[in-house]
């Protein structure tokens, strides 16, 4: 890469997020692995140091204001100034509406919504100053509806709007902001879901790859490719998307 760029994943210990930190460290950024826990960053760190990279654990609740600031402060001094940011952190409370608690709806608004807002946020200053950024939020195919997940679907499509406001505020200043919507990808929390509805995973897998048009489920790499391309240089030109990656046009 032209410049050296530290990159900031959430929810980055494992899943998903775990793998597009590694991705992003195997494109040259510094990494900064945040989650809850931080002890829980320590493998993905280690991984990422053990190649070559450099990489920091952080433990932040997304959703607390002063952890956040705090976070991104640590990271601009230990690894340095933050211009990409992936807003993974996630959770699932499923229900049915009729049975979903308020903690419910709430939790899953803050972690999502809040947590990728705050980071954003955060980070935003730094990039701004640079004259170079790029935010990538995850939603999911869930933003158009999912029985069981009416706090997720609606958090998910949230992230969408949210992303193409921050193209339209943030693109004079050279940053991009870009969504990618995951189909059935084989992680903890799909396993949790198929947990959820009396499945086996292996089954649970099955079922969904018999909907899905290239006939596979998905796997966190899949998310870091296209994660990858879009914190690049090269896309540049490229803002307010929403990419389904989903083996499909949807899942």
């Not at 001094?77 to 509406?97: F, M, Q, S, W, Y």
């Not at 935003?124 to 933003?143: C, D, P, W, Y």
């Not at 189909?183 to 959820?196: H, L, S």
């Amino acid at each position: 890469m032209s410049t050296p760029r530290t990159a900031v994943v959430t929810g980055a210990a494992r899943g998903i997020g775990a793998e597009v930190a590694r991705r992003l460290a195997s494109d040259g950024m510094a990494v900064a692995v945040v989650d809850l826990d931080e002890s829980a960053c320590q493998s993905v760190v280690d991984d990422i140091t053990h190649a070559g990279g450099r990489a920091l654990a952080v433990g932040c609740d997304v959703a607390d204001e002063a952890a956040v600031t705090a976070a991104v402060e640590r990271i601009a001094t230990e690894l340095g100034a933050p211009t990409v940011l992936v807003n993974n952190a996630g959770i699932i409370r499923d229900n049915l509406l009729f049975k979903m608690t308020t903690d419910d709806w709430d939790a899953v608004m803050n972690v999502h919504l809040r947590g990728a807002f705050l980071m954003s946020r955060a980070c935003q200053a730094h990039m701004v100053e640079a004259k170079f950024g790029r935010i990538v939020n995850l939603s999911s195919t869930s933003a158009l509806g999912n029985r069981g997940q009416a706090n997720y679907a609606a958090a998910k499509a949230g992230m969408q709007g949210f992303t193409k406001t921050l193209a339209l505020e943030l693109g004079r200043y050279g940053v991009t902001a870009n969504a990618i919507a995951p189909g059935f990808i084989a992680t903890d929390m799909t396993a949790a879901t198929a947990a959820r509805v009396g499945m086996e995973f292996e089954a649970f897998k099955a079922a969904a790859a018999k909907e899905i048009p290239v006939a596979r489920v998905g796997r966190p790499e899949d998310i870091a490719h296209t994660a990858s391309f879009l914190c690049s240089e090269g896309a540049g030109f490229v803002s307010g998307q929403v990419i389904y990656v989903a083996g499909g046009p949807r899942d």
